[in-house]
Nanobody, 119 residues
Framework: QVQLVESGGGLVQAGGSLRLSCAASGSISGFNSMGWYRQAPGKQRELVAAMSSGGTTNYADSVKDRFTISRDNAKITVYLQMNILKPEDTAVYYC?????????????WGQGTQVTVSS
């Protein structure tokens, strides 16, 4: 099992910045990815950004050039620096962890942290 603890959400005005953190602990070994999804009211959960333990990143088009994902492999922690926030970034942000074990991918989720951007 893997446990994820998120922090850093809150209320910010449009144009402002927030930094989310997610620390993983538990049975962690081998290749893995960590990242962030978000879900706004009435919408499906969508990928924001993800980063593998090898350093490969993936971003949603809507956040490129505004958000930056990074990770500390020693601490098994992923960060999401969010700049130039827009009201449409308002959502619950969920940290995800995907671990490859043989041919199987185990998936884990954090409890979510609310990000609210006021106009």
């Amino acid at each position: 099992q893997v446990q994820l603890v998120e922090s850093g959400g809150g209320l910010v005005q449009a144009g402002g910045s927030l930094r989310l953190s997610c620390a993983a602990s538990g049975s962690i070994s081998g290749f893995n990815s960590m990242g962030w999804y978000r879900q706004a009211p009435g919408k499906q959960r969508e990928l924001v950004a993800a980063m593998s333990s090898g350093g490969t990143t993936n971003y949603a088009d809507s956040v490129k050039d505004r958000f930056t994902i990074s990770r500390d492999n020693a601490k098994i922690t992923v960060y999401l620096q969010m700049n130039i926030l827009k009201p449409e970034d308002t959502a619950v942000y969920y940290c995800g962890f995907w671990q490859l074990l043989g041919a199987k991918v185990n998936e884990y989720w954090g409890q979510g942290t609310q990000v609210t951007v006021s106009s």
